[in-house]
């Protein structure tokens, strides 16, 4: 949609240039506004000028390309007589607020009228990310969203500044006294530096009765929350969207966006080794999501289609991936399939549970390679499905855009119907996390809140159909992908049956996940979660929090000067432009250790996995040094080996893309 008189025409007064070319693409599953069987791709957090696909939904465009021109003024502009412009005081030029509302607005002109793609609130928020932020906003200027919201959003009338959930949640102390999410502490006059060591005198000297050590031993894991220094920063080319441990702690893997995932040995919490990096052939965009099974031989990880890959973690098994189709029929509006945003193996191992782009949850099962069934249970995609239990393969929870949690009952879901439901989140859920009791379960939503879930306190499907949730939030205009929520638009929905919500972390752009903390290393006493301002939040049940690793402050500061196959990241504090992500965490379940996978780097155009632990001082003295870069096969950043290494893989796919 190009008009006959060129942005540079327009604009050819001023001086510095920054472009964002976006090429057309003729393929309707790109187009997050397509309404036949929609793929909403960016619920993975496509940010829409990538450049790999470098604007979603440009190919509505006339032209071929589109070409958006920035062009910010250092210096007052002259016309050709050498005089000042109109609009300046006979004292001299405009104050830098009034210049820098001009280029706003004169920008959001250029994109939103010419091209006719994005709303003037879209091109904000959006500019507002990108890394010309900086540029057109100046910095600190969050607060005047206000002043630029263009109607975005209705403001609800008669806002109750009480209805926010208290904090400390009564419900959730009461839990944290219920021995259900660990120990309470006992209190001591030693201080609080002090107290760990104490603890191990008392438990090595075997002082005290036998329930008494049982406290001791549970407060002294609960108390070792890692913090915000990093013991390694592992950087990778491209956005790591997904990272875990396995049950035991001797796994982790890594999903980025680059079709691999990356398998580290970890018995060692303090040695990582790489050893086998899988490819996803074929897939769309990025890989979403991944699933150890119960024995930790398999690995099933899914990307925007229909098919999963199942490959082996045996470190000597060198075999291609099995691809698993999960399409029935050609079900669903993407290329004949769909799109999955969450996979899961079943308790047993026998199945692999899915929750998709149209809707859907799908079940498969494994031995005979076939659907078992594919159910259309919400009324918009499903981000996120689990198990009630590692142990059992028969409840199962989904969570949807629809913002409700299903409940689900394998040995009755061939009707179709839910056991039960979930209501509390006003906006979309992102992520689902079980306790593995099969009793209670956490949740991420699109409203910026956690919730916690008991499933005594579930809605029968009855229930949930009389009460009609759905019209307190189905007519949101709220878009993660782009927007900031306004608080002033938060509401405690009617029919909450939630246990305790947790407020205070931002879930903006990309699926964020949240988790429980394990039982061995932290006692169950923490939920923690990723969040979109580059930090882990750490909860205590009651909602207060318990403690913030800064993931973002430390790869701004620790990332290597060097460059290493690509990588290039900068150290300078507080670098314009420079962005963290926090998707996914994942707490050690035997030791004093998160590792946080991000999007990270200039506008997250990268990716890291940060391994942070437990430290009482910031003083170093190990080898080797705290907050030590490398690359995704753990050589040291910049080292010759690591780029000679990379040199070669980079030659071998420019062979294999030649075939």
């Known amino acids: 949609m190009s008009s006959s008189r060129s942005s540079s025409e327009e604009a050819e007064e001023y001086h510095a240039e920054y472009y964002v070319d976006a090429e057309d693409n003729d393929d309707d599953e790109h187009d997050p506004d397509y309404e036949d069987d929609e793929l909403d791709v960016d619920d993975m957090g496509l940010d829409l000028f990538e450049e790999d696909d470098e604007f979603h939904g440009a190919h509505y465009a006339e032209e071929d390309n589109i070409q958006f021109l920035v062009q910010v003024a250092d210096e007052v502009a002259e016309d050709d007589d050498g005089n000042e412009e109109a609009g300046e005081t006979a004292e001299g030029s405009e104050s830098p607020d009034a210049e820098r509302g001009d280029v706003q607005q004169r920008l959001i002109n250029l994109i939103s009228r010419r091209t006719g793609l994005l709303s003037q609130r879209q091109v904000l928020d959006f500019l507002r990310r990108s890394n010309l932020g900086h540029l057109v906003f100046g910095e600190g200027d969050e607060e005047d969203d206000e002043e630029l919201a263009f109607g975005y959003r209705r403001r609800r009338r008669n806002i109750d500044p009480k209805r926010f959930p208290k904090i400390p949640s009564e419900k959730g102390r009461e839990l944290m006294n219920s021995g259900t999410f660990g120990a309470n502490d006992i209190r001591s006059p030693i201080s609080s530096r002090k107290q760990l060591a104490r603890r191990i005198l008392d438990r090595e000297l075997g002082i005290g009765n036998r329930a008494t050590r049982q406290v001791n031993q549970g407060v002294m894991a609960q108390s070792m929350i890692p913090t915000s220094d990093a013991e390694m920063i592992i950087n990778y080319n491209d956005n790591v969207y997904s990272g875990q441990f396995s049950d035991d702690g001797n796994f982790f893997f890594a999903c980025v966006k680059d079709m691999k995932v990356r398998m ?178 956490l949740s991420n939503g699109k409203d910026q809140s956690m919730k916690l879930w008991d499933l005594k306190m579930m809605y029968t499907t009855a229930q949930f159909e009389d009460m009609n949730p759905r019209q307190h939030t189905r007519y949101s205009e709220f878009d993660y992908r782009w927007g900031r929520f306004d608080d002033a638009d938060w509401f405690p929905h009617p029919n909450d049956n939630s246990v305790v919500t947790f407020r205070g972390h931002k879930v903006l752009r990309t699926l964020i996940r949240c988790h429980f903390s394990p039982p061995s290393s932290t006692n169950s006493r923490y939920v923690y979660t990723g969040s979109h301002d580059g930090k882990v939040y750490v909860y205590n049940m009651d909602a207060t929090i318990a403690g913030i690793i800064d993931v973002k402050k430390t790869t701004t500061e620790g990332s290597p000067r060097g460059t290493s196959g690509g990588l290039g990241f900068s150290t300078g504090r507080g670098f314009p432009g420079w962005s963290t992500i926090v998707r996914d965490a994942s707490w050690h379940p035997t030791a004093p250790f998160i590792a946080a996978s991000s999007l990270n780097g200039w506008d997250n155009a990268m990716g890291t996995v940060t391994l942070h632990s437990y430290n009482e001082a910031s003083l170093d003295e190990g080898e080797p040094q705290m907050g030590a870069g490398y690359d995704e096969k753990l050589r040291p950043v910049g080292s010759m080996t690591a780029q000679a290494d990379s040199d070669e893989e980079d030659e071998d796919e420019d062979d294999r893309d030649d075939f």
């Open 264 to 441: 580290y040995d970890t018995s060692n919490p303090y040695n990582w080794r790489h050893y086998k990096t899988v490819p996803f052939t074929f897939g769309a965009w990025t890989l979403t999501d991944a699933s150890l099974s119960p024995d930790n031989k398999w690995l099933a990880y899914t990307s925007i289609q229909s098919n999963v890959c199942l490959a082996p973690t045996d470190p000597n098994d060198t075999g291609d991936p099995y691809m698993l189709s999960l399409s029935e029929h050609n079900r669903g509006g993407w290329r004949g399939a769909f799109g999955i945003f969450s996979i899961r193996f079943s308790g047993d191992g026998r199945e692999l549970v899915a929750g998709t782009n149209s809707n859907s949850i799908v079940v498969y099962d494994i031995e005979s390679r076939r659907v078992l069934h594919t159910i259309e249970g919400h009324d918009d995609d499903v981000n996120a499905v689990c198990f009630a239990d590692k142990s059992s393969p028969h409840i199962l929870y989904s969570g949807s855009d629809d913002a409700t949690i299903k409940v689900w009952d394998r040995r009755s879901m061939g009707d179709g119907r839910e056991a039960g439901a979930f209501v509390g989140h006003i906006e979309g859920l992102t992520y689902l996390d079980s306790k593995d009791d099969g009793r209670y379960l």
